[in-house]
């Protein structure tokens, strides 16, 4: 087997050695104010305040609310830059997609009751993404709550199903300590937490020090169960890698390109997280899921045994694709996830290791070196094979991507090879739900972490665009992309204003082809082609982006596009690349979604 030297870029690794659970980076020093370790008499809207500074941020996204103000007045003071938004859905997006690329908490917060509402398909985006938001919600004061008064709500029950954490201020005197630990919370368990403030919280005096942030040492997991692992692995003669998600959260991809290397093993990536290995390697096959990539089901089909690093193991991400289904049924499997709850959950496995996906991959590269695993003495035939899966899918895309001569308009898989040509290196792009959007998993290739953030299993129109921006807050040295399909544009097109407003150049690529192609396919396949709510009327976008302040670029053909997403990169502006594309449908998400209808109404009888 060729192989050849292959390092993640230093600027996006972490340069610590050990694995750290840690809400913020390490900050902490002798500059620091004497609240941290001395009790200081503050207001709670300071300790509110401090507790956030003391975690590292400096950055929330909302809308201004009279609820909070009393905190807000001094977020400047405090270093803290707060981004006023368009609509309160978009702050937890951005919250989401500044977690996402920062490995860090995002904070969010908005008014009291509507404001809060809005909140909630945000909060279940980002719950099953894995983010660890902290969203403040404050709530009706707490002398007049249950009157029915202006702005109230019961907010707890809300969001109690998509928040791994729920605090509920009490006391003024407890605001540092419910705002900690929500952050704590928010990395230790991966995901959205709340932080409830009745209005009236914001006020009154406290006698306190400012909880420091906790340092959560992780482990590779049980020696038992690394010792199984290790077994299967040795013995294995065709072993293949799934790198999902929790190895980008865990910064360890490097450590999971080592073990594939001392292995010789091939790697796929798990649905929407094509981060998560990278892809100028040799052992890199591509992901898996909706669109996936042909060459990483074949080779995953015939493993024996599969090692599951940093993944729940989703059931969407493996369904049958290209009408194949690959996932290998004899297989011995062995999953590794931080959420024991998570382990055997979707899948039967046989080794659970309940531990950090990076040091799992370093302790089980270190057991598998000190021995002769099986899978090296066919090495260089599984390579062969690898080779000739990657090349054979990578023609079959080749001639999937061409817009026939006789064609007026551009084919979306024209469109999406184009923009894969002229996407930069270090370029972050957010993909929306739909039918484009969703193939673009086929053409979507990343060299370094902490670069796609998809709209995860949620699966909420809207989600890509804010969630680019947030990232582009997150790492503004970075081009950050967003894919959305017309439809979706229209519930997220008005943040543009936000991005002009704050100086925010987010690029979103908006595919119109007058449809909402996902549900369009539907009604092909199962309606007889009766067209109710698909079919849509736009205005040009890019003009529409222009007369917000922003940039816009509209395109027709494949030549174009190319040089219209670099021209709008290299303005260092937000803008629109509005890409017109025709109506040609991809395979629906999934075909058992949906029956033939019956029709029992002498009235209906003709809608079958």
């Known amino acids: 087997m060729n192989r050849r030297i292959w390092c993640l870029s230093t600027a996006l690794r972490s340069p610590r050695s050990e694995r750290w659970l840690s809400t913020t980076p390490a900050c902490l020093d002798a500059a620091d104010p004497a609240w941290r370790t001395t009790p200081t008499t503050m207001t709670s809207s300071e300790a509110f305040t401090e507790t956030l500074a003391a975690n590292g941020v400096n950055n929330i996204f909302g809308i201004v609310g009279s609820a909070f103000m009393d905190a807000l007045d001094i977020f400047p003071a405090a270093g803290i830059r707060f981004i006023s938004v368009q609509h309160e859905q978009n702050a937890v997006h951005m919250a989401d997609g500044f977690s996402r690329v920062t490995n860090q908490p995002g904070v969010c917060v908005a008014q009291n009751g509507p404001g809060i509402t809005n909140f909630v398909t945000g909060v279940a985006a980002a719950y099953w993404a894995h983010s660890p938001v902290v969203v403040v919600t404050p709530e009706t004061g707490s002398l007049t709550n249950g009157l029915g008064g202006f702005q109230e709500t019961n907010q707890l029950p809300i969001f109690s199903d998509i928040t791994k954490y729920q605090a509920h201020v009490t006391s003024p005197k407890r605001m540092a300590e419910f705002t900690n630990r929500c952050f704590h919370y928010a990395m230790l368990e991966r995901g959205p937490v709340q932080l409830n403030i009745p209005r009236d919280m914001f006020y ?86 909706y669109q996936g990539s042909k060459a990483a089901m074949n080779t995953i089909s015939k493993a024996d045994v599969v090692l599951a690093l940093g993944t729940r193991l989703g059931p969407f991400g493996a369904l049958p694709q290209y009408g194949f289904d690959y996932w290998p049924k004899s297989a011995k499997i062995i999953q590794v996830d931080m959420n024991a709850r998570k382990l055997g959950l979707t899948k039967n496995i046989d080794v659970g290791i309940l531990g950090d996906a990076r040091l799992t991959a370093q302790a089980l590269t270190s057991s598998v070196s000190a021995g002769q695993p099986a899978c090296l003495g066919n090495a260089e035939e599984r390579f062969g094979q690898m080779k000739a899966e990657k090349e054979k899918w990578e023609a079959e895309l080749d001639s999937l991507s061409v817009t026939p001569e006789a064609n007026t308009e551009m084919e979306p898989r024209h469109a999406l090879r184009e923009l894969e040509k002229a996407m930069p290196e270090n370029a972050m792009v957010s993909t929306d739900i739909g039918n484009i959007c969703s193939v673009s998993n086929s053409y979507l290739r990343f060299k370094n972490p902490k670069s796609f953030f998809a709209a995860m299993s949620f699966g909420n129109c809207g989600y890509a665009f804010p969630a680019a921006m947030g990232a582009k807050v997150g790492a503004p040295d970075r081009p950050s992309i967003a894919y959305v399909g017309d439809g979706a544009w229209g519930m997220s097109l008005n943040e543009m204003m936000t991005c002009v407003r704050e100086n925010i150049p987010t690029i979103a690529v908006v595919f119109n082809n007058g449809q909402w192609g996902a549900e369009k396919k539907n009604q092909v396949d199962f309606y007889s082609d009766r067209f109710v709510g698909t079919n849509i009327v736009n205005p040009s976008f890019a003009e529409v982006s222009r007369v917000m302040g922003a940039e816009g670029i509209k395109v027709s053909k494949p030549s174009e596009v190319g040089p219209a997403l670099k021209s709008l990169i290299a303005s260092g502006k937000p803008g629109v690349l509005e890409i017109m594309v025709s109506k040609t449908l991809a395979d629906p998400f999934r075909r058992d979604a949906l029956s033939k209808p019956v029709r029992h109404l002498q009235k209906y009888q003709t809608f079958v």
């Open 204 to 289: 009154g005096d406290l006698n306190t020090t400012i909880p420091s942030p906790l340092n959560i040492e992780r482990s590779a997991g049980g020696p038992t169960a690394i010792a199984e692992a290790t077994e299967l692995l040795m013995s294995a003669e065709n072993p293949v890698i799934v790198s999902g998600g929790g190895v980008v959260m865990a910064e360890g991809v490097a450590e999971v390109v080592a073990l594939a290397e001392s292995l010789k093993v091939p790697v796929c990536s798990t649905y929407l997280h094509n981060d998560s290995f990278p892809c100028d390697h040799p052992l890199w096959m591509g992901p898996l899921g």
